[in-house]
């Protein structure tokens, strides 16, 4: 049978509205966070980076913000889609890209129509 | 866009039996990775490789457990003698300056 995870902190939000997922990190030498869009039985999917030299970059409909006094990653989405419906993780390296890199929980994201 | 290409998608094997997932990562990226999903679970970092060597690994990755480049384009992992806690999503994942892609995953299921 089918084994019992984590149980995931979820998110709904009406379709057009704004969506923000927020993330904590611990590794206060980590200079390179991630954020990725995982949709079901599929693997992680690059949305948006940010470097720690930055503390906030901005995509297409998606924002990243970098608080590093607090440690805290926050991902914008704005004018949700029924498409952006997926679990999203904060990730973080300290090789600037290169090396492994430690994702966090995951958030699931549900848009209601 | 270019990809990294998992195969095979879905691969069952017998408890004890060896398995090996493959992956094409990125022609010019140099380093390599593999992480594991189990159902439910956060993406948990496997091992790196990079210029023919393992750079760095996890506590999972353990004797049962190895990787190898066998040619210029493919990155394999090879799982010796399976266990029921094996099963899990593996992803492979390259990188270079720029970029980090993960591939699509491979689910492996030990009955």
């Known amino acids: 049978g089918e084994s019992v995870g984590l149980h995931l902190p979820t998110l709904s939000v009406q379709e057009g509205d704004n969506s923000i997922i927020n993330c904590a990190y611990s590794?206060?030498?980590?200079?390179?966070f991630i954020w990725y869009k995982q949709e079901s039985g599929k693997g992680p999917q690059f949305i948006i980076d940010?470097?720690?030299?930055?503390d906030k970059r901005q995509g297409q409909r998606v924002t990243v913000l970098l608080n590093k006094t607090v440690k805290h990653l926050s991902l914008q989405i704005a004018a949700t889609q029924p498409g952006d419906s997926a679990v999203y993780f904060c990730?973080?390296?300290?090789?600037?890209?290169?090396?492994?890199?430690?994702f966090g929980t995951g958030t699931k994201l549900q848009v209601i129509p | 866009e270019p990809e990294v290409t998992q195969t095979p998608s879905h691969q069952v094997t017998q408890m004890g039996q060896e398995v090996i997932l493959r992956c094409v990562p990125i022609?010019?990226?140099?380093?390599f990775y593999w992480y594991r999903q189990i159902l439910g679970q956060k993406v948990e970092f496997l091992v790196s490789?990079?210029?023919?060597?393992?750079?760095?690994k996890s506590e999972i990755f353990d004797d049962q457990f190895s990787v190898e480049r066998p040619d210029g384009s493919n990155f394999t992992l090879k799982i010796r003698s399976t266990k029921l806690e094996d099963s899990a999503m593996y992803f492979c994942?390259?990188?270079?300056?720029?970029?980090?892609?993960f591939g699509s995953g491979t689910r492996l299921t030990v009955v």
């Open positions: 994942a390259s990188s270079d300056r720029v970029g980090y892609t």
């Open positions: 590794n206060s030498a980590s200079d390179y």
């Open positions: 022609s010019n990226h140099l380093y």
């Open positions: 490789f990079y210029n023919n060597e393992i750079s760095e």
């Open positions: 940010i470097r720690s030299n930055m």
């Open positions: 990730a973080e390296n300290t090789g600037g890209g290169y090396q492994k890199v430690t």
